[in-house]
């Protein structure tokens, strides 16, 4: 079973960064792509950053430039360094596969962790 535990968020002023970490347990890093995903207040999740297997990243255009993700295949553990942080950014920060894991029937996703971009 797939166990998603992400952490790293917090407040931090416009301009600030943050390092979000994801520890994924129940996926096999090595055949699996994995992203990160934001859910902004009053807006629906929408993936920010994905790696591919091969190590391809791609980015949504609201975050190139600014975030990076990366994983630790020995740790089971990805990544995201967040810099030059907006008011924008604001929002719930997920990670998982992409596509999402689907367990019993239902898109699973972890607690996800706060990221308040204010000053």
């Known amino acids: 079973q797939v166990r998603l535990v992400e952490s790293g968020g917090g407040l931090v002023q416009p301009g600030g960064s943050l390092r979000l970490s994801c520890a994924a347990s129940?996926?096999?890093?090595?055949?699996?792509?994995m992203g990160w995903y934001r859910q902004a207040p009053g807006k629906q999740r929408e993936r920010i950053a994905v790696?591919?297997?091969?190590?391809?990243?791609n980015y949504a255009d609201s975050v190139k430039g600014r975030f990076t993700i990366s994983r630790d295949k020995a740790k089971n553990t990805v990544y995201l360094q967040m810099n030059s942080l907006k008011p924008e950014d604001t929002g719930v920060y997920y990670c998982?596969?992409?596509?999402?894991?689907?367990?019993?029937?239902?898109?699973?996703w972890g607690q996800g962790t706060q990221v308040t971009v204010s000053s």
């Open positions: 998982n596969k992409d596509p999402p894991v689907v367990q019993l029937g239902r898109e699973y």
């Open positions: 129940g996926i096999i890093f090595s055949i699996n792509a």
């Open positions: 790696e591919t297997t091969g190590g391809d990243t």
